[in-house]
């Protein structure tokens, strides 16, 4: 039977940046994202205010609204290969290897506690 390992990426395997973050400039860098996302994302944010603006743009997922769940996995692949795993230590590396030969299902979550695939 596989098992799931779970890995914090921000301030643990990734620290003093959000991954939140940088994959939102990712899909700004890749033009995934226009005016209209942006605009739906700080309406959003705006609508979310009870708990303060820092939890409102956490919670807020509004840029993806629309976008093909496939479209936002590829990316979320490409996000890592080409940026987290270039900030993830060798010996975390090492370590998540050795759940990735055991065949276990490896799940990273950012401080905003959205889990990601990988």
Same mark, same amino acid.
């Given at each position: %039977?596989?098992?799931? &390992?779970?890995?914090? @990426?921000? *301030?643990?395997?990734?620290?003093?940046?959000?991954?939140?973050?940088?994959? !939102?400039?990712?899909?700004?860098?890749?033009?995934?994202?226009?005016?209209?996302?942006?605009?739906? %994302?700080?309406?959003? &944010?705006?609508?979310? @205010?009870? *708990?303060?603006?820092?939890?409102?743009?956490?919670?807020?997922?509004?840029? !993806?609204?629309?976008?093909?769940?496939?479209?936002?996995?590829?990316?979320?692949?490409?996000?890592?290969?080409?940026?987290?795993?270039?900030?993830?230590?060798?010996?975390?590396?090492?370590?998540?290897?050795?759940?990735?030969?055991?065949?276990?299902?490896?799940?990273?979550?950012?401080?905003?506690?959205?889990?990601?695939?990988?």
């Amino acid at each position: %039977m596989n098992k799931a &390992a779970f890995f914090d @990426l921000d *301030g643990t395997l990734v620290s003093g940046v959000s991954s939140e973050r940088m994959f !939102l400039k990712h899909l700004l860098q890749r033009k995934m994202l226009n005016y209209g996302d942006l605009f739906k %994302m700080l309406l959003g &944010a705006i609508n979310n @205010l009870s *708990g303060g603006w820092d939890e409102a743009f956490r919670q807020n997922k509004y840029y !993806l609204k629309g976008k093909s769940v496939g479209t936002i996995e590829q990316l979320v692949q490409e996000f890592f290969a080409e940026r987290v795993n270039t900030l993830i230590s060798q010996r975390a590396k090492e370590k998540i290897g050795e759940h990735k030969l055991k065949g276990d299902l490896r799940e990273f979550i950012p401080s905003e506690g959205e889990k990601l695939r990988y």
